[in-house]
């Protein structure tokens, strides 16, 4: 009897265990990071760049997937730009990004200006060096973005 009892009770704590532990792997779940760059792959200052983004989270303890998006903006024009990082906003909708991370001026002006629904809802994170947002004529609510550099703009 005692047997059957410990059977039973077994039976009843193995789903409240998996349960458990199911929650617990769930708070460990790959952050997603989208990172937007302004140039092309090979563009040279980005070599590193994303492997030092990698280093950088597991130093952290954060899991991390990691998808840039190359704008490429030699080879576009203002329009263009927008709808191609409209588009890929559209396409990585779906993977839901938890933060954007955009890098240099013409990919913050692209993303900014494209008007995606999808930047309503992420935290964007600026890296470089940028005039101020007038001067691109964005009249969109800025205090999503901030500026990762530990210099100031006047020491820059």
């Known amino acids: ?10 039976l009843l704590l193995l789903p409240l265990f998996l349960l458990v532990a199911n929650s617990c792997e769930r708070s460990t779940t790959e952050k997603r990071i ?3 760059q302004s140039y092309e792959p090979d563009f040279q200052a980005y070599k590193d760049i994303e492997e030092a983004f990698k280093k950088g989270f597991q130093k952290e303890g954060i899991p991390a997937s990691i998808f840039t998006f190359y704008l490429n903006c030699e ?6 730009e927008k709808q191609r990082i409209y588009t890929e906003l559209n396409t990585l909708s779906l ?8 890098n240099d001026d013409q990919a913050t002006y692209s993303l900014l200006a494209c008007e995606h629904p999808l930047l309503d ?3 964007i994170v600026f890296t470089g060096s940028i005039l101020t947002y007038p001067d691109f004529g964005i009249s969109r609510t800025i205090g999503k973005t901030s500026n990762l550099s530990s210099e100031s703009w006047e020491n820059a």
């Open 1 to 10: 009897m005692a047997n059957t009892s410990y059977r039973y009770l077994f």
């Open 121 to 123: 809802s992420v935290p």
């Open 95 to 102: 993977w839901k990004p938890d933060i954007i991370i955009v």
């Open 75 to 80: 080879a576009y024009q203002s329009l263009e």
């Open 34 to 36: 989208l990172i937007v």
